[in-house]
T-cell receptor, first 117, second 114 residues
Framework: AQTVTQSQPEMSVQEAETVTLSCTYDTSENNYYLFWYKQPPSRQMILVIRQEAYKQQNATENRFSVNFQKAAKSFSLKISDSQLGDTAMYFCAFMNPLFFGNEKLTFGTGTRLTIIP | NAGVTQTPKFRVLKTGQSMTLLCAQDMNHEYMYWYRQDPGMGLRLIHYSVGEGTTAKGEVPDGYNVSRLKKQNFLLGLESAAPSQTSVYFC?????????????FGPGTRLTVL
């Protein structure tokens, strides 16, 4: 079974600074997908960024980028020029879509990020 | 296009009562999921469905039942609620085909069992 570990329960950073959230995972599979979801106080889960394991290039979405280290099974999220609206819980998630009907997400326990004005 | 909606948003039950949570999606997605979110534990999969008329157990299925009679709806039932089922419940849906299946989430239902 796959496991996802987020070792930072809480983090805080000054507005406009850069912050990196850590995520490690454990799997024996070679083909999989990794995601970062954001959950603001509204509770709505929002996809921030995703990475396909077969791609060596790190995914980027505007101010959000990942550092994907497949051999180390590490998938960190970097938020540049942080904004107050980035305050939220961030969840790392893993999916192994190899088998039909197996497209299930396994989530980490989350990191609560607070952006300080 | 409402995306994924959940009914109700909040509910308080007494131990032993039953209730059904409704999830609806208007994106013609094949897959639908029910998760529960507890403090410090992230989201855990309860049940899921890969198509109309089919359901399967997830990581924490005990005490819950589900039905997918229509493609757009996925119901989560609690036959005899217990305090351990106090949680926030999220429904999600995704396309069946594609290189990866992004899951779209509903706004959640906060359930308290006294």
């Amino acid at each position: 079974a796959q496991t996802v570990t987020q070792s930072q329960p809480e983090m805080s950073v000054q507005e406009a600074e850069t912050v990196t959230l850590s995520c490690t995972y454990d799997t024996s599979e070679n083909n999989y997908y990794l995601f970062w979801y954001k959950q603001p106080p509204s509770r709505q889960m929002i996809l921030v960024i995703r990475q396909e394991a077969y791609k060596q290039q790190n995914a980027t979405e505007n101010r959000f980028s990942v550092n994907f280290q497949k051999a180390a099974k590490s998938f960190s999220l970097k938020i540049s020029d942080s904004q107050l609206g980035d305050t939220a819980m961030y969840f790392c998630a893993f999916m192994n879509p190899l088998f039909f009907g197996n497209e299930k997400l396994t989530f980490g326990t989350g990191t609560r990020l607070t952006i300080i004005p | 296009n409402a995306g994924v909606t959940q009914t109700p948003k909040f509910r308080v039950l007494k131990t032993g009562q039953s209730m059904t949570l409704l999830c609806a999606q208007d994106m013609n997605h094949e897959y639908m999921y029910w998760y529960r979110q507890d403090p410090g534990m992230g989201l855990r999969l309860i049940h899921y469905s890969v198509g109309e008329g089919t359901t399967a157990k997830g990581e924490v299925p005990d005490g819950y039942n589900v039905s997918r009679l229509k493609k757009q709806n996925f119901l989560l039932g609690l036959e005899s609620a217990a305090p351990s089922q106090t949680s926030v419940y999220f429904c999600a849906s995704s396309l069946m085909l594609g290189s990866y299946n992004e899951q779209f989430f509903g706004p959640g239902t906060r359930l308290t069992v006294l």
